[in-house]
């Protein structure tokens, strides 16, 4: 099994700063992909940024050039670099991995973390 722990979300000004992370614990793993999700008040959860193993990126159109994800493989960890945050960043940010476990790959959340923008 893998237990993903996030961290980092909070309240943060428009235009300021804010990193999420997620370490990914857990033992006879390996891992794939790595990606952040949200889900804003009132809506679908939607994927912002996803990573792979070997460093390749996407991000979601609404995040370009403000949000990077960036990986330790050495820590499991996968973070999101969040800047100039908008109000419309607003939303609870998931985690997600996709672990090799005994040549099968399964999918596992963390628990989200809640973001705020506001001044």
């Known amino acids: 099994q893998v237990q993903l722990v996030e961290s980092g979300g909070g309240l943060v000004q428009p235009g300021g700063s804010l990193r999420l992370s997620c370490l990914a614990a857990?033992?006879?793993?390996?891992?794939?992909?790595m990606a952040w999700y949200r889900q804003p008040p009132g809506k679908e959860r939607e994927l912002v940024a996803s990573?792979?193993?070997?460093?390749?990126?996407n991000y979601a159109d609404s995040v370009k050039d403000r949000f990077a994800i960036s990986r330790d493989n050495t820590k499991n960890t996968v973070y999101l670099q969040m800047n100039s945050p908008k109000p419309e960043d607003k939303a609870v940010y998931y985690c997600?991995?996709?672990?090799?476990?005994?040549?099968?790959?399964?999918?596992?959340w963390g628990q989200g973390t809640q973001v705020t923008v506001s001044s």
């Open positions: 997600q991995v996709l672990a090799l476990i005994n040549s099968v790959v399964r999918r596992f």
């Open positions: 857990g033992s006879s793993f390996s891992i794939d992909r």
């Open positions: 990573i792979t193993s070997s460093g390749g990126t």
